[in-house]
């Protein structure tokens, strides 16, 4: 009795062993992908796209081979494919173990054609085992584009909404040199690519959204195209001049702006009108012994905001500055940070904030403006008529009507879907308490000139 038993654990053994490594034959065999459509975001052409990839499982107790796996468009197929480390538009005969899985891993390479908008090109893979075919979509959307490695601007240069311009290692803007860039045009930086300005910059979006300038990194496939830092920032050098930025947006970089410096004339080193500044890992605005004048702009979700270090001449009017921590950026810093020292040396600070919020999430951070003076320069910080988050006033800046900790009551914010409104509700304390002058907001409507709001929206 006991051989019989042993007789049958060994049959049973060598049956499972014999059954793992035969192939199943059958068209009901079971098989099954991760995904069954591959999409690639905005791929612009001649750069190709980042590599996506999907997985197909042999979901049987014995081995499965695929007769092969292919590219229905072959060689002139706008997607290349590697199989298991295997680069070819086809690979047959591939031996899958039983309850295994295989990679296959998808590079969408957009050829140029005429034309300034969007178009898609479609494939698709397919997957042929035991007589039988399975299909993976592939889509990718490709766009034309003005494409600029080391560009260096020498002479006056405008910039048009034809084609979106892609710049690869560096933009550089030349001393007595100026580059426009006209409503509607969309710039996309490679993650190394910074803009360099010696010369002048200016900027001039329109009200729409779809005429506003855009800066951004040139990853626009998710996740990547809301990660910070996907590329340097804009830089204002020394002898930079006359710069201004109207309706511009600038979004997802390490540094958004940074200025160096006065100007060398009478007019502030930039002029930044209804603009957007998010994302940016590091500093939205830094500017060191520089010169700003900003209206109606929404500096948020930085590390730093706003850094004027140094001293240097600045005017922030009905700007909204402000951080929520989510799981890019934490909200570790105050949202403004004013001083007349670097810490090493030092100059004389001029800075005005009218009708402007300061606010920051959480209790981490208790005073969201933080100053530091040098008695040793100039120290001249006013704050008139401003909503913001503080615990502690500072004695070495001048204040005058200021709201002190209220919740600014903003229309919605949701970090964990990373969206974020700052317009304000009904019930915000920050309506109707500003002083009169600047005539619109940031969307362009007309302000209450007498009961104006703080901050860069106007309640409608």
Partial sequence: MKLLLGISLLAIILFTACSKNSFINSPDAKLSVSVDTLKFDTVFTTVGSVTKMFKVFNDNNQKLRLSSIALAGGTASPFKININGTAATQVNNIELEANDSLYVFVQANINPITGNLPFVVSDSIEINYNGNIRKVQLQAWGQNAHFMRDREVLSNEVWNNDLPYVVLGYLYVHP??????????????????????????????????????????????????????????????????????????????????????????????LLLQQTVINNAFDAGILAVNSSVNAVNCLITNTGRNIVLSKGGNYQFTHCTVASYGNNYIQHNNPVLQVSNTDGVSHAALQATFTNCIFWGDGGLIENEVASTKNDAAAFNVTFNNVLWKMKAIPNNITTTGNIITQQPEFDSINTSRHYYNYRLKEISPAIANGSAGIIIDLDGKVRNTLQTDLGCFEKQ
């Fill in 176 to 269: 007595q040199t100026t580059l426009t860039i006209n409503k509607g045009t969309r710039v996309y930086f490679h993650a190394d690519a910074p803009a360099i300005i010696d010369g002048t910059l200016q900027v001039n979006g329109a009200v729409d959204t779809v005429d506003r300038v855009y800066f951004q990194g040139d990853r626009l496939d998710e996740p990547y195209n809301a990660y910070p830092a996907a590329w340097p920032g804009i830089f204002f050098r020394s002898g930079s001049i006359n710069n201004y930025m109207n309706y511009a947006v600038v979004n997802n970089a390490h540094q958004a702006i940074a200025l160096e410096n006065p100007a060398t004339n009478s007019n502030p080193k």
